[in-house]
């Protein structure tokens, strides 16, 4: 057990967070809004498309701009009512899920934001099912209220059913469309009166205490008595709230509101302070006797340790520089202090160590457990990486999935060959989409979950590597890493499909498959091949399964 140390309080104030959601339902609209009242930005940005004048300081990328939508995770750090809230932006498309999955490792809790019209959407179920997986707790906010949406009892029917776990309505709707009137806070007792506009802070809402009935019945009618009995049934129908339950991912606390409109987000900013928790153990491995041994990281403990869960190439296209997003697990950082990358045992000295605000970041004079710090560098850390200053740890569960689509690359101009590797190797490293080399040669290979994430690569090699490439279809239709029980073997099977050997960007060998069958045969035909369709980072999980 870790002897205590000074840095628990500083701990204990952190929240670090991600908003997950649908397309569209609103996220990067309620993370403008978390930021605009904490007092971190002054103006919140327009998510709309190309002709808007300001965009949402969460979508820094061109194309993101361009199309309205986020592409890439972002990360943003404000204070309030005396916590540090490291808020992460994903992307909900779900061409960018392996983003979004990664950036789930990096949080102790989420933000589950839901269109009042659409409920529980295809996106998010897949979100929620990686929360599942790691037992984060999940808050949840209905938004879109003052539009034509379903009933809330019905909205809550269907996230439990979704989530597995049951709802605790914190909040309650009082109508809905043109008749919402606003929401019920059940902590306080009172009704907050919906206004439209996005200019209104929270203090310029009128509240009205519960117990004033008769002030509310004539100003809202039936539409109030209507949300009082629907409100009295969810809360019979709902367990009393559990703070321990909803910490181990078995009930979620429920928001409603309209993030466009500023309203009933200070209750949701106020419950990521008060109910979702600080910084949390994280596992790593140890080798010991060249067998990895499980080990719990305290976040409290003095020994600096991080993990990179995202890599970033030109954030700053004056700079041409690349970020890794670290997500301390513990101890303090200082500038100066040494650092080393664990994979490659090799000293990290990064130029400039910084925290964001989207893309405008500030040099870090401080961070401990829960914090997002950005490390500039020019190479030599890749996703996964666990950063220390010195203890041999390396953190696990940064999931690579295989791809499910590929396409070859052809540059126009034979003569930006250095800058079409060049771009490559950094946008596969940043696993914005999976590079593979083919062992005999020939094109490289993207691969991708989703089609927009082709497009995204193309945009980027042309935009920040000046590389235009055109994209064609080829025979692959997936990949599996492979591992063998001796070299010997491995030796064997490589021989036998050399034109189907493949080297991704972490340096780690792969099998291409063009058909589900090829899999099978190959295993058939050689039962001490193992073909894996996740790899963890840098193969430390395949290494452990060969």
Not at 41 to 60: E, F, L, M, Y
Not at 304 to 320: E, T
Not at 510 to 531: G, W
Request: glycine content about 8%; overall charge negative.
């Amino acid at each position: 057990m870790a002897t205590a140390t000074p840095y628990a309080p500083q701990v204990g104030v952190r929240r670090t967070f991600a908003i997950i959601s649908h397309p569209d339902a609103g996220k990067t609209t309620l993370t403008e809004k978390l930021l605009l009242f904490s007092g971190a930005i002054q103006i919140a940005g327009a998510v709309k498309g190309r002709k808007a004048s300001r965009h949402a300081t969460s979508d820094w990328m061109e194309i993101e701009k361009q199309r309205g939508i986020s592409v890439a995770s972002s990360v943003m750090q404000m204070a309030y009512r005396d916590h540090v809230v490291n808020l992460l932006d994903t992307p909900g498309h779900k061409d960018f899920s392996e983003d979004t999955y990664r950036v789930l490792t990096a949080v102790d809790s989420a933000l589950m934001v839901i269109d009042a019209a659409n409920g529980v959407e295809s996106q998010t179920r897949r979100l929620i099912e990686v929360c599942r997986q790691r037992d984060t707790p999940i808050i949840t906010f209905v938004n879109k209220m003052d539009r034509e949406v379903r009933e809330p009892l019905d909205i809550l029917d269907e996230v439990e059913r979704e989530l597995g776990m049951p709802c605790v309505p914190m909040t309650w709707p009082v109508g809905q469309g043109k008749s919402f009137g606003g929401i019920i806070n059940l902590r306080t007792q009172a009704m907050t009166v919906f206004e439209s506009g996005s200019e209104r802070r929270p203090q310029d809402f009128e509240t009205i205490p519960l117990s004033d009935a008769d002030a509310l019945r004539a100003r809202f009618g039936a539409t109030f008595d209507d949300a009082i009995e629907s409100m009295e049934l969810a809360v019979g129908a709902s367990p009393a709230w559990d703070h321990e339950a909803f910490l181990a991912g078995r009930q979620t606390p429920v928001f409603f509101g309209s993030g466009v409109n500023n309203f009933g987000v200070m209750e949701v900013l106020d419950a990521l302070v008060d109910l979702a928790p600080p910084p949390r153990p994280r596992t790593s491995s140890l080798v010991v006797n060249k067998q990895p041994v499980e080990k719990t990281v305290l976040p409290e403990e003095a020994g600096f340790a991080g993990v990179v869960f995202k890599v970033q190439a030109n954030m700053d296209a004056n700079h041409r520089d690349r970020i890794a997003f670290v997500r301390v697990a513990s101890g303090k950082y200082t500038p100066g202090m040494k650092l080393r990358v664990q994979r490659t045992a090799k000293e990290l000295r990064p130029t400039s160590v910084v925290t964001f605000m989207s893309q405008r970041r500030e040099a870090v004079e401080e961070a401990y457990a829960g914090d997002i710090i950005g490390f500039t560098t020019h190479g030599g850390v890749q996703l996964g990486d666990t950063i220390t200053d010195g203890a041999s740890l390396q953190f696990t569960g940064l999931p690579f999935f295989a791809p499910e689509m590929f396409m070859t690359v052809v540059l126009k101009n034979p003569l930006r060959t250095k800058q079409l590797q060049q771009g490559l190797a950094q946008l596969g490293e940043e696993g914005a989409i999976q590079v593979f080399k083919p062992d005999a040669g020939g094109n490289m290979l993207l691969g991708a979950v989703g089609q927009l994430q082709f497009e995204v690569v193309q945009h980027r090699l042309k935009a920040e590597y000046d590389c235009d490439v055109r994209l064609e279809n080829c025979q692959y239709t997936g990949a599996r890493w492979i591992t063998a029980d001796t070299p010997a073997e491995l030796r064997a099977f490589t021989d036998a499909y050399p034109l189907r050997m493949a080297h991704d960007a972490a340096d780690t060998l792969a099998y291409l498959c063009t058909s589900p069958y090829d899999v099978r045969l190959a295993q058939e035909r050689f039962p001490k091949i193992h073909f894996h369709p996740l790899r963890e980072h840098a193969g430390l999980a395949l290494q452990a399964a060969g």
